[in-house]
């Protein structure tokens, strides 16, 4: 095995970077499993391409070999360039390192390597055992882009968590009566549905279901994708935060189609048996008692047992108070802010409570991408870790 970078040739980075741009199809449908790319290619020609579609179907690997075979051709003495480590264990599906030295493939060129630790390099080593040439390290940095939450659950044993924020250009969100609806524009709206149908799990907190009484599901007819319907199949398990079992039995969350689960830090037994009677048999809602945090949940005790549930990515849609402890506590990965070209004035709800009083307690933030939606501005920010010492 090789990661030597003087080895790369041009066509090596032509070849990945489709292997990257197939792995993204499977953007929204792959859940919990990772988003990988495979292309097939002997004496300079594709003959073969193939990506992981959904969760419990072929592999990337897979599919490019029966791509393969359906063009009547073989992929004998051919190299594989695919975004992840080929898996060497059976789960849903048989190994894709067996698949490929079935088909007696040549080469695998690998972006990076699985970061399960239990995992990793099994997949290399099979293929190398069968005598295949394995090389590592092409275009890792787009490889590693592609599962941010699964890197993260299998590194760190937690989600990828994004916090998603909307407010005026003076960083308000809501009027002061809690009046939010709208801020951004149809657009904006419509990025967020789709950032909803990438995630695990949406997790916000009871104060806003109790203002808004949020529903927080993926709508095909929002989505403006080609396989919307397929994609809002897939319903991301709704989080509500309800520490002292205040949700209504009446809220528009428990009846909505996927799995919401009510996450208290009170033992709540009668409360639940309520909420659990008066749904329909069709509603699938599990209620959980966590660990507290002072006023509230344990917010690192819940994405641990978030990314027990296989969780992934995760998104928080939430009020200033529970958007404040996630900033608070370093848990964001990841801050998408949708910016309306609106004032609300001074006094409307400001944007995240985070009570600092010194200006070395400031959360410094990164931009990494900015763009217009229709009259919004979407920034997507990661934190800075600094040094706040005096």
């Not at 041009?10 to 449908?29: F, I, N, S």
């Not at 992840?84 to 690998?110: D, M, N, Q, W, Y």
């Not at 995630?199 to 109790?210: D, Q």
Request: charged share 20%.
């Amino acid at each position: 095995m090789t990661n030597d970078a003087v080895q790369w040739s041009v066509a090596d980075h032509q070849y990945m970077a489709r292997a990257v741009e197939l792995a993204w199809r499977g953007l929204y449908t792959t859940e919990p499993n990772p988003r990988v790319g495979c292309v097939v290619v002997r004496d300079g020609k594709v003959i073969g391409e193939g990506f992981h579609r959904i969760a419990g179907e072929g592999h990337a690997e897979v599919n490019a070999l029966q791509a393969v075979a359906d063009s009547e051709t073989t992929a004998v003495g051919a190299t594989a360039y695919v975004t992840l480590e080929p898996c060497s264990h059976f789960g849903k599906t048989p190994p894709c390192a067996e698949a490929l030295v079935e088909a007696r493939v040549a080469e695998v060129v690998i972006g990076m390597v699985d970061p399960n630790p239990q995992v990793s390099g099994r997949g290399i080593a099979r293929l190398e055992a069968a005598g295949i040439k394995v090389r590592t390290g092409l275009l890792t940095g787009d490889a590693e882009a592609l599962n941010p939450g699964f890197n993260k659950r299998m590194r760190a044993q937690r989600p990828f968590v994004r916090l998603k924020l909307a407010a005026s250009l003076d960083g308000r969100t809501a009027m002061a009566s809690g009046e939010s609806q709208w801020i951004t524009g149809p657009q904006a709206r419509q990025d967020v549905q789709r950032l909803r149908a990438r995630s695990s799990a949406l997790i916000t907190g009871i104060g806003s279901i109790l203002q808004d009484d949020s529903a927080l599901t993926v709508r095909a007819e929002q989505l403006g994708l080609a396989e919307a319907e397929v994609i809002s199949q897939r319903q991301p398990l709704r989080v509500v935060l309800d520490s002292q079992g205040r949700m209504p039995a009446t809220a528009k969350i428990l009846r909505q189609p996927g799995k919401t689960l009510v996450v208290s830090q009170a033992s709540c037994p009668a409360y639940f048996s309520q909420l659990a009677s008066s749904q329909d048999t069709s509603a699938e809602l599990e209620w959980l008692q966590l660990a507290g945090k002072g006023a509230g949940i344990d917010l690192q005790v819940l994405l641990t047992e978030l990314a027990k549930r296989q969780c992934n990515e995760v998104l928080v849609e939430t009020g200033a108070t529970l958007a404040g402890s996630f900033i608070g506590q370093g848990l964001v990965d990841e801050l998408v802010l949708y910016q309306a070209m609106t004032l609300l004035g001074s006094e409307a709800r400001s944007l995240v409570a985070l009570p600092l009083q010194k200006m070395n307690q400031q959360r410094r933030l990164t931009l990494t991408d900015s763009r217009v939606l229709g009259n919004d501005i979407r920034l997507t920010l990661t934190p800075v870790e600094t040094d706040t010492a005096e």
